[in-house]
């Protein structure tokens, strides 16, 4: 199975991106994915966790901001980004796991990544 993260750009502060992690090779319908991002010269922090049921967690800093959606007949899942800061800017991945929970950020399954910045 392949992930692939898209939908990151540029925007200017107070803005929006949705990001979309498209799987092919498997249905993700029956697993959680993580949504990660890495910004330069920073470890990775977990964003955002989305079960299989469709219960999602935030990062503190992400919380009333982001929010984490799946459309299991896409076979993709969404992180909707608004009021976007500049410390958001990062590359962000989506990743996932057929056999433990990806959302600690011990996934097997990783997405390329899609670079999001921030700037005004």
């Known amino acids: 199975v392949q992930l692939q993260a898209s939908g990151g750009g540029l925007v200017q502060p107070g803005g929006s991106l949705r990001l979309s992690c498209t799987a092919s090779?498997?249905?993700?319908?029956?697993?959680?994915i993580g949504w990660f991002r890495q910004a330069p010269g920073k470890e990775r922090e977990g964003v955002s966790c989305?079960?299989?049921?469709?219960?999602?967690t935030y990062v503190d800093s992400v919380k009333g901001r982001f929010t984490a959606s799946r459309a299991n007949e896409k076979n993709t899942v969404y992180l909707q980004m608004n009021g976007l800061k500049p410390e958001d800017t990062a590359v962000y991945y989506c990743?996932?796991?057929?056999?433990?929970?990806?959302?600690?950020?011990?996934?097997?399954?990783w997405g390329q990544g899609t670079l999001v910045t921030v700037s005004s």
């Open positions: 990743a996932t796991d057929f056999l433990k929970n990806p959302c600690g950020g011990d996934a097997d399954i």
């Open positions: 090779g498997a249905s993700l319908r029956y697993y959680a």
């Open positions: 989305i079960s299989s049921s469709g219960t999602a």
